[in-house]
């Protein structure tokens, strides 16, 4: 009800009180007019701030006063100018229904005052909304009234992702900026940076109607270049946006990156560009299938092994079969070829009809085998169909017949200088060395001269970086550096070049001994071998902090077990700082009345290659209980609390039972990236 005893429209609003401004009329010693009951005065809100205004539209807000108390109050002297204590200038701000004279508000009666703000400029704006009441002890009332600064806001997606691009073709995806904000985005620059940036390249269309951007948005219709230029607009205004295109020419089937910086009057913006990484990708590992010269009427074995070359996607194998390309280059399989596909060494699901899937960096080997009948020159193609866009894979097939007996291939391994060999399987435990012989092996035609050796590693842990030592020696040797199976065969050659019919495989089986096993891995996509970046395994005691002695353990703090004085044992094995090696943290007999806390810093990138792939995996008594991966992207350096800078990726948190119970473990997984902000806590 107004002071005329109606209601209108701006009086009918829900009033949430804030807080509330009483005032007992009687108690103050002083009769408040309408008798000794005491008067109450609410106000809400407590202060009118306008925001999200854009310049040159208006917006309107309200204070409601309400009576409460049990007397009527007076209300007079109303007026909205400037607030002397504050910069912002005043007359934007209008108020919409003023009183005449005076107010008069009976109990439970309120009267809403509606204010109108309408920016002229981008610039802060204040204003105080003052008025007079009989209340003894609140004769004078100040309301404050403001409106910050109107901001640009920039919206931009995170990623642009070319999926599987043929070699040597040309692709492209349009990318939004848009200002969200309430003034303009002045563009400073928009430029690529870091990783693959010469494969990728930008341009600023110039006119896109709205039609064409929501259908060019995924790359399906390829606008005229003459909606392109080199340069690109220097402001966007409020609720307006602009366009770029990236370019990407594809020079082979590997990941590649690259970052499109915009630097604006807003803080920095960055998307991540990649291509050939999230779609289904499948590649033989090698040029082609080379059975070199093997003996007529006999059989050759080669093994074959087929990688998923996307890091983020898996990747499904769905039939495989030999034949031979036509004049007009299609496959067509051929039961009569001289090679086949060994399939009791394929997956027991996809020999039987199913399929295959790869995951991320993953592989599948199996054998394939060369039977030649006639001393000639066999030829033929292995097609690979998955959901790899550019199925088939088509792979090469050569071997030569020759009329000799083949060379026998013979080997046995063994833990280095346990004096245990074995023909067929070694078990070991991380960073142990194997060692191999292949001496016994040799040619029925020609038993005193000395074969030529060659051992692989045909199948390894994912991420595993070991690779064998001298493999064109009689006893090479390799380090086991994770956990897992790896897989090494050995064929040798006689004098005449001819290999192996049957080549000679051991499997090594790889697990921890200690009761809590950590292992940190990385890859570096913009970089073969990673070398110059350094990621840090850290372990925490409840009792501390990262990076810091003697309750963290990493690279300066490697074997605490005499500062920590539980019973336990506590070790950083490796400490890599050259991208090559993983590192492992080994804890034996843990406390059970403690939690035990896993996390990876990004230390060091020297050569600037940006994001890195890492992957931890947590073992608890040869189990395996956690695998993650995470991608980080900002390397710091410094350890301890002047480490501020630099992701970090807090991974777990690892209980385990009292020793009565030992298959009995608590596993937290955390999962949090923390970008930027060094080690928590510091």
Not at 12 to 41: H, K, M, Q, W, Y
Not at 163 to 191: A, C, H, K, M
């Amino acid at each position: 009800m107004n002071a005329s005893g109606k209601y209108s429209a701006h009086l009918l609003r829900r009033i949430t009180p804030i807080f509330v401004l009483c005032f007992a009329l009687s108690g103050c010693g002083e009769e408040g007019i309408g008798g000794d009951d005491p008067g109450e005065l609410e106000i809400h809100p407590a202060a009118v701030t306008f925001s999200d205004v854009n310049v040159g539209s208006s917006a309107i807000d309200t204070i409601t006063l309400t009576n409460t108390g049990e007397s009527d109050i007076t209300l007079s002297e109303l007026s909205l100018g400037e607030d002397s204590s504050r910069p912002g200038t005043h007359e934007v701000f209008e108020l919409l229904n003023p009183w005449d004279d005076r107010l008069s508000l009976d109990p439970d009666e309120f009267y809403t005052l509606e204010i109108e703000y309408a920016p002229v400029a981008a610039e802060e704006h204040d204003a105080l909304l003052s008025f007079r009441t009989n209340i003894s002890e609140m004769t004078e009332v100040d309301i404050e009234v403001s409106a910050p600064t109107p901001a640009p806001e920039l919206l931009a997606e995170e990623t642009v992702v070319f999926d599987r691009t043929p070699v040597g073709s040309q692709e492209w995806r349009l990318t939004e900026i848009q200002n969200i904000g309430y003034s303009d985005l002045e563009i400073e620059d928009i430029f690529l940076s870091g990783g693959d940036e010469n494969h990728f390249d930008i341009s600023f269309p110039a006119d896109i109607s709205e039609a064409d951007a929501s259908e060019v948005s995924d790359g399906s219709v390829v606008a005229p270049e003459s909606y392109d230029t080199d340069t690109h607009q220097e402001v966007v205004a409020a609720d307006e946006s602009m366009w770029v295109r990236v370019h990407f020419e594809a020079p082979d089937d590997d990941f590649k990156w690259t970052e499109l910086i915009i630097e604006t009057n807003v803080p920095q913006h960055r998307v991540a560009v990649s291509a050939n990484s999230d779609a289904a990708c499948l590649e033989y590992v090698g040029d082609y299938i080379d059975f070199g010269r093997a003996s007529i009427n006999n059989t050759s074995q080669q093994t074959v092994t087929l990688q998923n070359c996307s890091g983020l996607s898996e990747t499904v194998i769905t039939d495989m079969a030999i034949g031979y390309l036509d004049e007009e280059g299609e496959f067509e399989e051929d039961e009569d070829v001289r090679f086949a596909i060994n399939e009791d060494t394929l997956p027991p699901e996809f020999a039987d009809g199913g399929v295959e899937p790869l995951e991320p960096d993953g592989n599948m080997s199996f054998l394939m085998t060369y039977t030649p009948l006639d001393a000639v020159d066999d030829e033929a193609v292995l097609s690979v169909s998955s959901t790899d866009d550019a199925s088939p894979l088509l792979v090469d097939i050569v071997g030569n017949g020759v009329d000799l007996e083949c060379p026998i291939a013979k080997a046995e391994a063994r833990i280095a200088e346990t004096g245990m060999w074995d023909e067929h399987s070694v078990f070991g435990v991380p960073l142990d060395e194997i060692e191999f012989d292949g001496r016994q092996s040799y040619d029925p035609d020609e038993p005193d001269v000395e074969v030529v050796y060659e051992w692989s590693l045909t199948d390894q842990p994912l991420n595993s970086t070991a690779q064998l030592q001298n493999p064109e020696s009689a006893q090479p040797s390799l380090t086991a550096d994770i956990a897992g199976r790896y897989v090494v065969e050995l064929v040798v050659y006689d004098g005449a070049g001819l290999a192996t019919c049957d080549p000679a495989q051991i499997i090594i089986e790889i697990e921890p001994q200690a009761a809590i096993h950590v292992e940190l891995t990385w890859e570096v996509p913009a970089a073969q071998d990673g070398t110059g970046v350094d990621l840090d395994l850290h372990y925490l005691h409840p009792n501390g902090n990262w990076s810091e002695e003697p309750w963290g353990v990493y690279w300066a703090n490697p074997n605490p077990t005499t500062e920590w004085n539980d019973g336990s044992e506590i070790s950083l094995d490796i400490d890599d700082r050259t991208g090559q090696e993983p590192e492992n943290i080994n804890h034996d007999r843990p406390d059970a009345n403690y939690d035990y806390s896993v996390g990876v810093y990004y230390f060091s990138d020297q050569p600037g290659y940006g994001a890195t792939d890492a992957r931890v995996r947590i073992f608890f008594h040869d189990a395996l209980i956690l695998e993650k991966q995470q991608r980080l992207h900002t390397a710091g350096g410094g350890a301890g609390p002047e480490a501020t800078t630099g992701d970090f990726w807090y991974v777990a948190d690892i209980g385990v039972s009292p020793p009565n119970t030992p298959d009995i473990n608590e596993l937290q997984i955390i999962d949090e990236l923390l970008e930027d902000a060094g080690f928590p806590g510091n």
